[in-house]
């Protein structure tokens, strides 16, 4: 009996520690983010196993870099939830001067890394900073900060939308010159939605809805690559062998999947036929180790965190905490966005993009990316927690 009541003492002790530690916080929002990130550690060690043991002779290699990533993005995550939002308002148009240094560094030789054709890396000593991760994070920041400050000009002036167009398409040339695209496409549609959060008549958003889609689409028809891309979405079983390879591999994950999949760590497509099977195809993964049920399972943990952080952006908005709620909903857009057009890559809805699925795919930038992301989420969570409270207060006193 004295051992089970040290065992149980020891579980109290355990559990009022987590109390005090997330005390005030959204635990829901904060379990389905740390369940996503667990299961992505799994998948990334499971996708990634066949090829780190051949590149690197080390089965866990992207496992233990992942891991690592991880550290680093909660410890970012913890300081981050302390830290009031009025901090990063006070600082959101030095955030988006620290997005154009970081776009214009990348592209300057000796300074930025090129990988597969690609100039997206500044290294800093062991580590490679993606540029494209933490300008997400800035310019929703200042997105935010703008609206706020601009609220009734944005929602009467065309002057008022312009300008903030104006700044994401020379942030978009930027990106262009890199080249990437998806990080591009993803930028902008959630820079639009915000702008749509933050009042702008229908009229004029659906118009500049339809110059950004054509000017997108006409830059895909342009680039050769781009256009093989779409062509093959079209119909990747026309050169299976190809141009429709990884498209098809993706499908072929997909139907061995069934209903309950194959097994944990018994997929065959992850085994060198599946390109990118540990980054932007770990879906196709999941699909096919875990079936229909776990495909569904982590579309609904996305579909919860959009859902969660509209809910946390419409209570901050009730409350008159203007930027806090569209930085909720910026927060809400890029996840959701990111992770539907993933996904849709990998189901063959949508055309071929270099998009990593938010906090599961293999990526460490992008991972601590949204481990900041998910902690102002929960700060803005909390701060709206304490004001109600408040407000409430004042009622029953002023009634009392």
Partial sequence: ????RKKQATVNSKMHIKHKLFAGYDLWLLDTALLL???GLIMVASASISIAAKEYADPLHFFWRQGVALMIGLSFAFVIVKVPLQFWQNISVLLLILAFVMLFLVLVPGIGKEVNGSMRWIQIGPFSLQTSEPVKFCVIAYLAGYIVRHKQTVQTDFAGFVRPIVMLTIISGLLLMQPDFGATVVLFTTALGMLFMGGIPLL???????????ILLTLAIMSPYRMQRLMSFIDPWKDPFDTGFQLTQALIAFGRGEWLGVGLGSSIQKLFYLPEAHTDFVFSVIAEETGLFGSVFIICLFSFLVWRAFVIGHVAESVEKYFAAYFAYGIGLIIGIQAYINMGVNMGILPTKGLTLPLLSYGGNSLITYCMLIAILLRIEYENRQDTRNIVQKVVVAYA
């Fill in 37 to 39: 990130m667990c299961i």
């Fill in 204 to 214: 004029r958003f659906f118009a500049w809805v339809s110059v950004a889609f054509t």
């Fill in 1 to 4: 009996m004295s051992t089970n």
